[in-house]
């Protein structure tokens, strides 16, 4: 008896304090947590797609993502495909990811799975991870009561520390104020991403009119674009990217303020920036990108390095710059006809060719100041180059040191003694080295189309071929043939005396 009298009281404790709370209870915590920290807005109201007026299906969603779904349910939360993956479905398109939003707090979402780890300062997540996907589960985000806050110059503003906070500029820096679907749908970026997809009876929920600028082809951010830019500056790079990829036009006034507001960027953290540069120029519609990027004042921010190349005044007075402009053109659509036909992109790459002839100039600006051998500077100029650009864009220094080989290599492919050639052609990164001296080589035309006509001839030769090709060089080139003529000759003054002093002695 005195056993059983201990297990209830156990029971009744565990159920009072462990036990994940219904879904009015949850919810009813949420909006009251979320009353008291944010502004009075109007609900927006919802209009229900119902399953025969769209196109999605369970059975073009992730397996794993349902399953998420259905436990939440079960468990009496409210749970929603949401964002990219909505807008995909519904253009018929391939999601490469599945986001869920729930109103259960992310420790709720991490009790029911056991899979699931928490992730983010700034944004509080649920990762659950079933293998190599992983399925992300936010809580409902609520509005910022910023109203009666002072700013003094050196001051963020802060509603709660462990919740929500925000910089001077505006950005937010934590955004961990949680509310309604309602509000959820507020605080999302684009009309076109506030869709909600609910698996209990298959409808979408539209807050936004997110199906209306769909259909319209209209990327449009919710709210005031000003302050939403200023609430996270790569929003500005989203909005460029989705008109891009998805063949949009950008809102009128949402695109207006992204030139003043483009240097906000400057505070985003450059690891962050370089995960978005990938996502923009090596998604398949790079060179569309690029083209956004320049009209919208954003490329110089990522690539501060080309910045001085592009000043329209003095462009047609550079002949640098024209060949920039041609080069970096042609990498990003042979980067996307790469992505189209399922091949390989190497970002080293990419970044190495962009940042030529700004490296190019550079080491002629270092020899032109210093008088440093050609050599030297380029060595210095590299270090310059990779420097400046880091602090925009955080580059990993395994890229960086591919860099540096594919630079170095163009140094050397001019220089085709035997022994020389075979040690550039089985260098690792040869192959990446001759694409850059052949797109070099397209745009500046004279020995450079030789130089790599004659690389690739010996690409597909065979060994005896490749000797004769190496032995046409020596003849052609009187000052190779001279030099090792010179070096054969001072080899052998050096053997005769060698062996004049071993019969003497």
């Not at 109103?103 to 009790?111: D, G, I, L």
């Not at 009876?201 to 449009?220: A, K, Q």
């Not at 990522?302 to 910045?307: K, R």
């Not at 020899?367 to 050599?375: A, F």
Request: hydrophobic share 35%.
């Amino acid at each position: 008896m005195l056993r059983c009298h201990i297990f209830k009281l156990v029971t009744r404790v565990y159920h009072k304090f462990f036990q994940p709370q219904s879904t009015h209870k949850t919810e009813s915590s949420i909006e009251s947590l979320s009353d008291s920290n944010t502004v009075t807005h109007s609900i927006p109201l919802c209009e229900f797609i119902p399953r025969n007026k769209h196109n999605i299906s369970r059975q073009a969603v992730s397996e794993n993502a349902l399953k998420v779904l259905y436990r939440l349910n079960k468990q009496g939360y409210q749970a929603y495909l949401v964002g990219g993956c909505v807008r995909d479905l519904l253009l018929g398109k391939i999601p490469k990811d599945f986001d869920i939003t729930t109103n259960a707090t992310p420790e709720q979402v991490q009790k029911a799975f056991r899979n699931c780890r928490l992730v983010g300062r700034r944004f509080r997540l649920a990762h659950i991870m079933f293998g190599k996907e992983i399925i992300e589960v936010a809580t409902f985000r609520g509005e910022h009561n910023n109203t009666n806050v002072e700013i003094t110059e050196n001051q963020s503003i802060k509603l709660d520390a462990n919740r929500s906070k925000r910089s001077q500029s505006g950005m937010l820096l934590r955004d961990n104020v949680y509310g309604t679907i309602e509000q959820d749908a507020m605080r999302r970026d684009f009309t076109i991403n506030g869709l909600y997809y609910n698996v209990k009876d298959f409808t979408i929920r539209d807050y936004c009119h997110g199906i209306e600028d769909l259909r319209n082809g209209i990327i449009r951010l919710i709210g005031d674009p000003e302050t939403r830019y200023r609430e996270d500056p790569v929003r500005m790079l989203r909005a460029v990217r989705f008109a891009a990829k998805l063949a949009m036009k950008i809102d009128s006034q949402t695109a207006a303020p992204i030139p003043k507001l483009a240097p906000l960027l400057k505070n985003i953290p450059g690891a962050r920036l370089f995960d978005e540069s990938l996502k923009l120029l090596q998604s398949g519609q790079g060179y569309a990108t690029y083209q956004l990027l320049r009209k919208y004042q954003l490329f110089p921010l990522l690539f501060p390095t080309l910045a001085h190349l592009f000043d329209r005044e003095t462009s047609s007075h550079k002949a640098g710059a024209s060949h920039l402009e041609r080069i970096i053109e042609q990498v990003l659509k042979n980067t996307d006809y790469r992505i189209a036909n399922h091949k390989r992109v190497n970002p080293a790459f990419l970044f190495a060719v962009m940042l030529w002839y700004p490296l190019a100039e550079h080491t002629q600006n270092l020899i032109m100041e210093s008088g440093l051998n050609y050599h030297d500077a380029f060595d210095l100029a590299m270090n310059d180059i990779l420097t400046k650009q880091c602090s925009a864009i955080a580059i990993p220094k395994k890229l960086t040191a591919t860099m540096c080989d594919i630079w170095r290599l163009q140094l050397r492919f001019n220089k085709r003694s035997p022994k020389r050639v075979n040690a550039i052609f089985e260098h690792a990164k040869f192959r990446a080295a001759y694409d850059l001296l052949e797109l070099r080589a397209s745009i500046e035309n004279g020995e450079l189309l030789t130089l790599a006509k004659w690389w690739d001839e010996y690409q597909q030769a065979g060994h005896e071929q490749r000797l004769t090709l190496i032995k046409q060089v020596s003849h052609n080139n009187p000052k190779i043939y001279a030099k090792k003529t010179n070096r054969n000759r001072t080899r052998t003054k050096t053997n005769r005396s060698r062996n004049e002093l071993k019969k003497s002695d």
